[in-house]
């Protein structure tokens, strides 16, 4: 986009837009187009996954494929929190809603999430409480509010997320119970990155050669967490920011490395992400959560990925507080998320996507964000593949 | 209090119904009886539109006589937001969509469905934009109707306008006439609209300087129209944003439409809103923007034009129509690449992931 | 995942502060950093300030993304968007 005011370079003010400048992505694409030719005459064919949905969705909305040199690819990971939420939790929150007396609130993308038979957006539409929202602390405020003017609702959070995201709901429940509310809840869907990682690399059929870390869950965790990567697998791994510019550097970094036979992890994120991320966040975090298994959608439990609450906080937890029972979930069977997910078939590998499976009528995980693979696909790449 | 607020009986059709007209809805939109054939309120309007009278304005020539005509309802929550109101909403909406057309606007009516406890006072300031509203746009509201539901029922305000106006000779403009070649222009700054009443949202409420643009677009068409640019379509990308509406019209005259992103209008407050909500500009509503599809020849006498009108100062090329993939619009990324520009598919959520 | 922006801290009372994104201003939580003061940069994720934002990285990059297009030709620096008159 241009913006109407001139940019002052060299201010942080910057901090977005130096990131899309079109010179400096001339010149990357460039330096690229130099390492997948070295790679090639290696014989070499780079298999870089993204493990984020922003990631992805930044690679399509930029058109960054479209600059890679054509050994270069690049694969879709399972990152997007909303997606990996199992069928059974969405079954669980739409339940829960359901509740008199209850206002379920959650952030936009679980909206249009598909349970086994119906979603939040739909059983908003027949009389269920669900509001949208930008924050836990929204959610937070109007349960405060609610106690302070005697209403008798229960407030739900219905929350995903990766570790980017659980400090903030943590910190919500902290200050829930300074605040002496006793009308809030969460439900906790929150899945952690590292060990799906690791996961990931235990599966040699997918081949890869890279791995674009994410910049935001690394903001949390440090840019340490990843070591194992380059240790144990020696695979090289690079964490990256979300500007156009920040993920073609690291693509950069990441084709420097192969083409070097070094494998590390390297930062490219560094006015964000630290080695040791930030302490304060992990720390609130421990405080209220702790590690579980984890039902990740279209792929299976993976255990040491899922975060519950602490028994000091369970009076917040809503599964807990709520009574309700929820069969197992169940997923369209011809939906092939589980292999999307984990970047062994594209989206137009599955005979459902762009025909029975669309963002207006998601089947699987992969559809419903907009930042899930399919709808990435579906949005900004279906003539590409 | 009660003589404050809107209630039940004020859409009964009895005493109140009349004390409210008479007292609040007439004079609050500038009625004057002296400016109608009939000196009372009847069940219809009645005005003269003659031949003579549309030949006189320099219209319509002989033979060539034809209305256009559309309506339109408004929903918008909250029903005042940075910028304006429910009410100079749905005049320019519905004065735009006659606009688009080709139209000079002359006629609305306007139907209200107001939730009880609507205070008269913030009825009477909707309405008071209507008359602002329709004076800007050179309409005069003719007919209305007013409803009034439990609490509940509705969300404090719904309008609802239909339009009349009169095509001048000469001017076809259509979703189906786009050629490979023509050219795209945008009026002006996208998604403006939408950041500022997002901005007011009750659970995403933010401050921003970002106000409405919510404006009658008469004035501008008029200004494109004296240029004598031959014109193919008008659009004003409202809900669904400029992707959607080109999506639109891409696939009625199937041609290709190729933007660059780069010359596409955002303010920098809207884009980073925008980035706050993990929203994209080019699928967030505008009120007083068009695009102007015009023959390749023509582009720069088009865009002059529009520059030349207070509302199209930032107006712009932004892409052009192609024979290539036919029915599809496709962005050049602000680094180069290339990406499908898909409609909107529900509405667009403030997401977090 | 995980949209984060950066944004600028205004204001701060206890955990409560102001903070400026692009001209908009929202009200976000400081509870997850150490030391937030007004003035610094941070990155914005679900009304919580996540992470401090480090300015002399940030400067750094930036400028190094200055660097690389120094050597270009006016030509190629500039953007290739139509001229409007």
Same mark, same amino acid.
């Given at each position: 986009m241009t913006i109407a005011k001139g940019i002052d370079l060299g201010t942080l003010d910057d901090l977005v837009e130096g990131f899309r400048d079109p010179a400096a992505a001339r010149v990357i694409t460039a330096e690229i187009a130099v390492l997948g030719a070295s790679l090639e005459a290696k014989g070499i064919e780079p298999r870089l996954m993204e493990v984020c949905g922003s990631h992805t969705v930044a690679i399509f909305r930029s058109g960054i494929r479209d600059l890679l040199p054509s050994n270069v690819k690049l694969i879709s990971g399972p990152g997007c929190p909303v997606c990996v939420t199992s069928v059974a939790e969405v079954d669980r929150a739409i339940a829960i809603a359901n509740t008199p007396g209850t206002i379920l609130t959650t952030f936009g993308d679980m909206m249009r999430v598909p349970g086994t038979s119906t979603s939040l957006e739909k059983e908003k539409a027949e009389g269920a409480d669900v509001r949208v929202v930008y924050s836990p602390l929204d959610a937070l405020n109007l349960a405060a509010e609610k106690q302070a003017t005697g209403g008798d609702e229960r407030i739900v959070f219905f929350a995903a997320g990766f570790e980017t995201t659980a400090p903030t709901v943590a910190a919500a429940i902290l200050q829930a119970a300074d605040m002496g509310l006793s009308n809030f809840y969460i439900q906790s869907t929150h899945k952690t990155i590292p060990s799906a990682m690791r996961g990931l690399l235990d599966t040699p059929e997918l081949g890869l050669s890279g791995f674009i870390c994410p910049g935001h869950v690394s903001a949390i965790i440090g840019a340490r967490a990843y070591d194992f990567i380059a240790d144990e697998f020696k695979v090289p791994a690079v964490v990256s920011g979300f500007e156009p510019l920040d993920i073609l550097m690291s693509v950069k970094m990441l084709l420097a490395q192969i083409d070097e036979g070094r494998a590390e992890v390297e930062t490219e994120y560094g006015r964000i992400v630290s080695d040791e991320g930030n302490p304060r966040a992990i720390e609130v975090l421990d405080q209220v959560f702790r590690v579980s298994d984890a039902e990740w959608r279209g792929i299976g439990t993976l255990p040491n990925t899922g975060l519950v609450l602490r028994s000091e906080y369970e009076r917040f937890d809503a599964p807990l507080a709520f009574d309700v029972r929820v069969e197992p979930g169940r997923d369209n069977p011809a939906c092939e998320c589980g292999e999307i997910l984990r970047g062994l078939k594209a989206p137009t590998d599955c005979k459902l996507f762009a025909g029975v499976c669309t963002p207006e009528n998601p089947q699987g995980a992969c559809m419903v964000s907009t930042e899930g693979s399919c709808a990435a696909y579906y949005k900004y790449g279906r003539d590409e593949s | 209090m009660t003589d404050d607020t809107i209630l039940l009986g004020h859409g009964s059709g009895g005493r109140m119904s009349h004390e409210l007209l008479e007292k609040t809805i007439l004079p609050a939109l500038g009625w004057?009886?002296?400016?109608?054939?009939?000196k009372v309120l009847e069940d219809a309007a009645v005005m003269h539109i003659t031949a003579d009278s549309l030949l006189a304005a320099e219209l319509v020539s002989e033979g060539d006589s034809r209305i256009a005509m559309t309506t339109d309802s408004f929903v918008v929550s @909250?029903?005042?937001?940075p910028g304006g109101d429910i009410g100079d909403l749905a005049v320019n909406g519905t004065v735009n969509d006659l606009v688009m057309m080709g139209a000079v606007p002359l006629y609305l009516t306007l139907g209200m469905v107001i939730e009880e406890g609507l205070l008269i006072s913030e009825l009477e300031a909707v309405l008071s934009s209507v008359k602002t509203a329709a004076e800007a746009a050179g309409v005069s509201v003719v007919a209305g109707d007013t409803k009034v539901v439990e609490r509940g029922k509705a969300d404090r305000l719904f309008l609802n306008t239909a339009g009349f106006g009169v095509v001048p000779s000469g001017r076809t403009l259509s979703a189906a006439a786009l050629r490979p070649g023509d050219v795209i222009i945008i009026s002006g700054t996208l998604g403006d609209h939408g950041i500022a009443v997002m901005s007011k949202r009750e659970g995403i409420a933010f401050e921003t300087p970002v106000v409405s643009d919510?404006?009658?677009?008469a004035g501008l068409a008029a200004q494109l129209f004296m240029s004598e640019a031959e014109l193919r379509a008008l659009r004003d990308p409202t809900r669904g944003g400029l992707a959607t509406t080109l999506c639109e019209l891409a696939t009625s005259s199937n041609v290709g439409i190729e933007l660059d992103e780069l010359a596409i209008p955002v303010k920098p407050e809207v884009a980073r809103a925008s980035d706050l909500l993990g929203l994209d500009p080019l699928y967030i509503a505008n009120e007083g923007k068009m695009i102007v599809v015009v023959a390749p020849e023509d582009a720069e006498r088009a865009i002059h034009a529009l520059q030349g009108h207070p509302l199209g100062g930032d107006a712009a090329i932004i892409g052009t129509c192609s024979d290539?993939? @036919?029915?599809r619009v496709t962005l050049r990324t602000t680094i180069g690449g290339t990406r499908v520009v898909d409609m909107l598919s529900g509405e667009q959520l403030p997401r977090i992931c | 995942m995980c949209i984060g922006v950066p944004g600028q801290l205004l204001e701060i009372d206890g955990w409560k502060a102001m903070v400026e994104v692009g001209g908009a201003r929202r009200e976000t939580n400081v509870?997850?950093?150490?030391?937030a003061a007004p003035g610094d940069w941070v990155l914005i994720h679900a009304g919580y300030a996540i992470s401090k934002v480090d300015e002399a990285e940030a400067l750094e990059t930036l400028g190094y993304l200055r660097e690389i297009t120094e050597g270009l030709g006016a030509e190629l620096a500039g953007d290739t968007a139509p001229e409007i008159a």
């Open positions: - | 004057d009886e002296s400016d109608h054939e009939s @909250p029903i005042f937001f919510t404006a009658s677009l290539d993939r @036919p029915g | 509870m997850l950093i150490s030391d």
